[in-house]
């Protein structure tokens, strides 16, 4: 008996150890580098039976922030430190500055968390060296792009509680690209029944760049003749005594 316990345990040591060395195995690099920027929006929805429950603040929240703009400041195999600020309709914005380690996703300070290993494919750990042992679940294309997809379901039955968490990361640059949480109160607990989502998405890139904006120039004498065609209209309406110059004023 003593020997087939030790058998045992000696395959289960086994077993976890292929387990730990296949996870050190994978390796990730990142795919983002000092100098990009990322500019997020976000809008969440939420609705409840009863008339009486208040919409949750950090909902109130995303549908007052007008972006949230992401630059990398430095990159390497371990650490990407980020710059965050936050722009909301109302009020100062938000800034932080942080790092998160892509091989474990452990975060600092302010870092923004969302961004993983490139090149990643189905079945890959996202933290190989990490505890929360989470994978790819699909490659899809997404606006042209080849984008890693993350799925998580929670069902909490305590508080009858369903959590999901649905994750899209551009695969060649490991950058979240559109992530939409969701939570479902099915009633059974708390007696009134809810549904709240949040998403967060990626509005410009670096293979997405922001339009730039440009006021159009007239060429010199095309912007002189338009000039002087106006004068000499305003001349001429003013010499006719029945023209009444009346202000327009908007409603």
């Avoid at 996703?105 to 923004?112: K, L, S, V, W, Y």
Wanted: hydrophobic share 40%; aromatic share 8%.
């Amino acid at each position: 008996m003593n020997k087939k316990l030790v058998a045992v345990g000696f395959l289960l040591c086994l077993a976890c150890f292929v387990v730990i060395q296949t996870a050190r195995a994978q390796t990730v690099t990142p795919g983002v580098k000092a100098g990009d920027d990322f500019t997020f929006t976000t809008f969440s929805y939420w609705t409840s039976s009863s008339a009486l429950d208040s919409i949750p603040q950090d909902l109130i929240t995303a549908n007052q922030t007008t972006s949230i703009d992401v630059r990398i400041s430095s990159a390497n195999d371990t650490y990407i430190t980020t710059f965050t600020a936050s722009y909301f309709t109302s009020g100062a914005p938000q800034a932080a500055r942080g790092t998160v380690n892509i091989q474990t996703g452990n975060i600092t300070d302010g870092g923004f968390a969302a961004i993983i290993g490139a090149n990643l494919n189905q079945g890959d750990l996202i933290h190989p060296l990490g505890t929360d042992a989470i994978t790819i679940n699909d490659t899809v294309t997404m606006n042209g792009r080849p984008t890693n997809e993350i799925i998580i379901n929670l069902y909490n039955s305590t508080n009858g509680v369903t959590l999901s968490d649905d994750r899209f990361f551009d695969q060649a640059t490991g950058m979240l690209v559109q992530e939409t949480q969701k939570s479902v109160d099915d009633g059974t607990v708390s007696g009134d029944a809810s549904t709240s989502s949040l998403t967060l998405q990626l509005k410009y890139s670096p293979w997405n760049p922001e339009p730039v904006v440009t006021t159009p120039e007239f060429p010199p004498a095309l912007a002189l003749s338009i000039i002087v065609g106006a004068t000499t209209l305003v001349v001429i309406g003013l010499k006719k005594k029945h023209l009444i110059l009346t202000p327009v004023v908007k409603a």
